[in-house]
């Protein structure tokens, strides 16, 4: 790693820093930055309400944004790479629209089977139901993939079980009441928030096994840049290959939609963000860079959703935001370098 590119990953640290004791400080309640320092030390403050707020609410905000973020950066470099597709984000694949589903489902069948459950099982469910949904086809793109050559044909099928699982949504939607309905759009907004000590455990797991995976798979990456037959000659063993990446993806990107619902763009974003930052196409540079700039994403995100005194921004609706005209912009700045 050259020298510039350890300044830059010092600075997106510093960053996150900042950023990290923001979200801590700002909000409904304002806390100083002194009080911040000796809560986290465990010193005695005057205001005991301000260490409820930070160890109980702000502080896992934080961390999950962090986690999810890093988790999508990693999982769109990985999906970036592998279709060659610049726009290719985390859940192209459709592992997010599977998760939807079956979310849709358990919110709203209820309803029509005229069950009411407990609200602790009631959110225990939508956890374990969009994990179930985005395994069930995760198994599918598996063996779709064993049967076909072509990275192009997966990602069709992709999107074209998107379009599906809409329909049904669609169908869903038509037989539910309004409170239900209204349950699961909130989910499909995307929360940081209201996040447990074990489940913020389990996404840290993860995400480690995740990055040190996707290290793993580094030098094939950067061999797979130069084309699959030229990878193909080297010794690549593509099939396998293509089944760690596909596992890899669906691990990353399934455990934040189980957790904080389908969170958009930064997957797209991130890996173009470290690419253009540290002008270097090197996954061994990329990966801990799209780690870090989708950390700061979320954390971006997240900061901007708690501002508001009375009222939370949903965190899709700010990312997308920022998201759509990012890719436009991406878009024609392709188109300029390609006609100069």
Same mark, same amino acid.
């Given at each position: ?17 900042? #950023?990290?004791?923001?979200? #801590? ?17 465990? $010193? ?22 962090? #986690?999810?973020?890093? $988790?999508? &950066? /990693?999982?769109?470099? /990985? ?11 985390? +859940? ?24 009411? *459950?407990?609200? $602790? ?16 086809? +995760?198994?599918?793109?598996?063996? %779709? ?10 990602? %069709?099928? &992709? *999107? ?28 499909? /907004? ?27 798979? &580094? ?6 840049l130069l084309g699959e037959e030229y990878a193909l000659s080297l010794g690549l063993r593509f099939k396998r290959f293509k089944i760690e990446t596909l596992l890899l993806t669906s691990l990353l990107s399934g455990a934040v ?9 930064? &997957? ?8 253009? #930052?540290?002008? $270097? ?17 979320? *954390?971006?995100?997240? +900061? /901007? ?25 991406f878009l024609f700045g392709k188109r300029r370098f390609r006609d100069a």
């Amino acid at each position: 790693m050259i020298k510039n590119h350890k300044f830059i990953f010092t600075y997106l640290i510093f960053i996150v820093m900042i #950023l990290i004791f923001s979200i #801590l400080s700002w909000g409904a309640v304002k806390i100083p930055f002194n009080e911040i320092v000796s809560i986290v030390l465990g $010193s005695n403050i005057e205001e005991d309400s301000f260490r409820q707020i930070i160890w109980e609410l702000r502080l896992p905000r934080a961390f999950c944004s962090m #986690l999810a973020g890093a $988790s999508l &950066g /990693l999982a769109g470099l /990985l999906m970036q790479t592998f279709f060659q597709n610049p726009l290719a984000g985390p +859940f192209v694949l459709g592992i997010h629209s599977g998760s939807s589903l079956a979310v849709a489902f358990w919110i709203m069948t209820g309803t029509a089977l005229g069950i009411t *459950l407990p609200e $602790s099982v009631a959110v225990a469910g939508v956890t374990f139901s969009s994990i179930l949904g985005g395994a069930a086809v +995760f198994f599918m793109l598996l063996l %779709v993939s064993m049967k076909i050559k072509g990275n192009i044909i997966l990602l %069709v099928i &992709g *999107l074209l079980f998107g379009y599906f699982t809409s329909g049904l949504i669609s169908l869903l939607i038509s037989v539910t009441d309004a409170q239900k309905i209204k349950t699961f759009l909130m989910w499909t /907004l995307g929360s940081f928030q209201g996040k447990t000590a074990l489940e913020l455990i389990m996404l840290s797991l993860i995400l480690g096994i995740g990055l040190i995976w996707s290290l793993y798979l &580094g030098k094939r990456l950067n061999v797979l840049l130069l084309g699959e037959e030229y990878a193909l000659s080297l010794g690549l063993r593509f099939k396998r290959f293509k089944i760690e990446t596909l596992l890899l993806t669906s691990l990353l990107s399934g455990a934040v939609t189980s957790l904080c619902g389908p969170v958009a763009f930064v &997957g797209i974003m991130a890996p173009h963000i470290a690419r253009k #930052l540290f002008s $270097s196409q090197d996954h061994f540079v990329l990966i801990p860079g799209s780690f870090i700039i989708g950390s700061i994403l979320c *954390l971006v995100a997240e +900061f /901007l959703s708690g501002l508001g005194v009375t009222l939370v921004v949903p965190i899709n609706a700010i990312l997308g935001l920022f998201g759509a005209p990012f890719i436009v912009f991406f878009l024609f700045g392709k188109r300029r370098f390609r006609d100069a």
